[in-house]
T-cell receptor, first 113, second 115 residues
Framework: KAGVTQTPRYLIKTRGQQVTLSCSPISGHRSVSWYQQTPGQGLQFLFEYFSETQRNKGNFPGRFSGRQFSNSRSEMNVSTLELGDSALYLC????????????FGPGTRLTVT | AQTVTQSQPEMSVQEAETVTLSCTYDTSESDYYLFWYKQPPSRQMILVIRQEAYKQQNATENRFSVNFQKAAKSFSLKISDSQLGDAAMYFCAYTFDSATNKLIFGTGTLLAVQP
């Protein structure tokens, strides 16, 4: 079974631009979560989607948004990029009714210049 | 507030030896799940082992085992017969709410394996 995939793997953007990252969960997993990883703040929860509905949101500004499609694929969008948004963005999927473990994708490395 | 603390920023172990990584957490919940994730230089986060709080028996996965002390809110990871491929950042993580997948992570322990 294929793992979680994320595209693109690397991205360079300029301040003020917007960006969209994509995540395809493991087949059969309907829950997708997003995390931001930075050297200073560590791993922080962004938001989570289940059956196309946002179930929980972390403490991030409204510039960070996401959505989930009927095939469970998810996208996250960051508008008006700031230098501090440079990070590794990780997506994870989970099998509903399973043991709570989440499986992570390889991440998207976003650099804002 | 739920927090996860890893007090060892870096650890080193000789190949074939045993090493223990520490993790403590703070929660008022009685039912929760704990995990250890490994992040090698490739940055891919890999699940190493999980522990359900309601289970008294410590989880084991091949060379990896945990020492779960619920009363002390401690969840350490023991790696036996360390291999060069075990070199990575190790994160302890916690979740408690069945209605959400939110994982709370520790700051990580960077493990070096010396040949």
């Amino acid at each position: 079974k294929a793992g979680v995939t994320q595209t693109p793997r690397y991205l360079i953007k300029t301040r003020g631009q917007q960006v969209t990252l994509s995540c395809s969960p493991i087949s059969g997993h309907r829950s997708v979560s997003w995390y931001q990883q930075t050297p200073g703040q560590g791993l922080q929860f962004l938001f989570e989607y289940f059956s196309e509905t946002q179930r929980n949101k972390g403490n991030f500004p409204g510039r960070f948004s996401g959505r989930q499609f009927s095939n469970s694929r998810s996208e996250m969008n960051v508008s008006t990029l700031e230098l501090g948004d440079s990070a590794l963005y990780l997506c994870a999927s989970r099998l509903t009714g399973g043991g709570y473990e989440q499986y992570f994708g390889p991440g998207t490395r976003l650099t804002v210049t | 507030a739920q927090t996860v603390t890893q007090s060892q920023p870096e650890m080193s172990v000789q190949e074939a030896e045993t090493v223990t990584l520490s993790c403590t957490y703070d929660t008022s919940e009685s039912d929760y799940y704990l995990f250890w994730y490994k992040q090698p230089p490739s940055r891919q986060m890999i699940l190493v082992i999980r522990q359900e709080a309601y289970k008294q028996q410590n989880a084991t996965e091949n060379r990896f085992s945990v020492n779960f002390q619920k009363a002390a809110k401690s969840f350490s990871l023991k790696i036996s017969d360390s291999q060069l491929g075990d070199a990575a950042m190790y994160f302890c993580a916690y979740t408690f709410d069945s209605a959400t997948n939110k994982l709370i992570f520790g700051t990580g322990t960077l493990l070096a394996v010396q040949p």
